[in-house]
């Protein structure tokens, strides 16, 4: 071989020593719109662990909060608001508001651009809601005493495992409803009737929703309720309140935290195997929010002014009531609606809806786009009307006639 063909080959090894340099560092070099979808997952992460914490640290501790003082003003004042009568009412005014939820959805005005340029709207909205509220609470307070064996508890949960309907026992920290939202309209029965095409058949789901299901789900908590009463440290309330309140928020934790692997069960499982799945899982989060509940509750009634229930529970009622306000979320005191276990596709069906920052951001966002929107849109119907104005004048001037002297 001679001299000029050696070299003529180490260039065309140094050129492909070159070439895959440069390859390599292209395919090391970040794609910027990869790094702009991590940066964005990395968002929505801290966004998602905020929200855990904002739920489970304030906004339960307001919901529970709430509850504990109308409950305990019911059993104080029980002389003007006698159980059973109560209860009835309750349980009437719920089948109404369910029956007719678009309308008072209409008659309040769920709109956002009236809600921001009328006060009167965003007024009647809390007191409905507020209203709402004390109903549901009333519903529960007429069943305390009546059961908590195991045999009912058992029962009861079986009968909601059985209709598909264990999700409705869950309440914060697992739920967040923003008061922007038309969640206290939207109360899905049982059986999903509707009540423009079947009436009579609505009304009887309406009734069995509330009626039922509801009355299930009181004896599944009332019943995990008095068997922590009485095997969790019975001799100390405050004990047994304090490990509760612990075990509650481990449990809890550990929900949060197990939600991704579980959804990834999910997507990987079909018919009643995800069911199954889901459902234990809700049996698990079920177990951390009673405990959370219950300790809640119980030191409320042990630290807050115990010498004086009745003052403690008013200033506990408006305090939560205003800051649950502020924060936007007294949607969340409401319990309405039936929900299926696993009627989400996928592993949707074990996503808690604890949406509030990223919801919040979401919603800024889409006001962003659609102004970006409009304005885009105007600027092109600006420069529709600038052309047809040029080609009119333009054929104007073409039209002229020719007035120059030969």
């Known amino acids: 071989m001679e001299m000029g063909d050696i070299e003529s080959l180490d260039l065309i090894k140094n050129n492909n020593t070159t070439i ?35 739920s489970v640290i304030i906004i339960c501790f307001l919901v529970v909060s709430f509850w504990r003082c109308v409950w305990t003003l019911m059993d104080l004042y029980v002389d003007y608001l006698p159980k059973y009568a109560t209860f009835f009412n309750a349980v009437l005014l719920h089948v109404f508001i369910m029956q007719y939820a678009e309308i008072i959805k209409r008659f309040i005005g769920f709109d956002k651009d009236k809600l921001k340029k009328n006060v009167k709207y965003s007024i009647i909205r809390r007191v409905y809601v507020y209203f709402y509220s004390v109903i549901c609470i009333l519903q529960w307070t007429v069943k305390d005493g009546l059961y908590g064996t195991i045999i009912v508890f058992g029962l009861s949960l079986f009968c909601l495992i059985t209709m598909k309907s264990l999700r409705n026992c869950l309440a914060a920290p697992f739920v967040i409803i923003l008061d922007n939202s038309t969640a206290p309209y939207d109360i899905p029965t049982r059986f999903r ?14 009734i069995f929703s509330v009626l039922v299901v509801g009355t299930l789900v009181v004896f599944v908590w009332r019943g995990a309720w008095v068997l922590l009463d009485d ?4 001799e100390s309330a405050s004990l047994s309140a304090w490990c509760s309140l612990v075990i ?8 949060f935290l197990l939600q991704p692997v579980m959804r990834w069960v999910c997507d990987r499982l079909q018919g009643g195997l995800r069911l199954i799945a889901a459902d234990i ?10 405990n959370v509940w219950r300790g809640i509750w119980t030191l409320l009634n042990l630290y807050f002014l115990p010498d004086n229930q009745e003052i403690s529970c008013w200033i506990t009622h408006w305090i939560c009531l205003i800051l649950l306000v502020l924060l936007g979320c007294s949607n969340s005191l409401l319990v309405r609606g039936v929900y299926i276990d696993a009627e989400e596709p996928a592993g949707k069906c074990v996503i808690f809806p604890c949406y509030y920052l990223r919801l919040i951001f979401q919603q800024e966002r889409a006001k962003k786009i659609a102004k970006r929107l409009q304005l885009d849109i105007l600027a092109k119907r600006k420069q529709d009307i600038d052309n047809n104005i040029a080609d009119i004048n333009h054929m104007v001037h073409e039209k002229q006639p020719n007035n120059h002297v030969v």
Do not use: Q, W
């Open 281 to 290: 899982f809700l049996l698990f989060s079920l177990f951390g929010t009673v």
């Open 248 to 255: 509650g928020y481990l449990a809890v934790g550990l929900a």
């Open 193 to 206: 009737t509707n009540m423009a095409e079947k009436t009579t058949l609505y009304v009887l789901d309406c």
């Open 20 to 54: 895959v340099r440069e390859k390599i560092s292209t395919s090391n070099r970040i794609n910027p719109k990869k790094e702009e979808l991590r940066k964005v997952k990395k968002i929505k992460k801290k966004l998602h662990a905020i929200d855990c914490l904002i």
């Open 231 to 234: 095997f969790l440290f019975p």
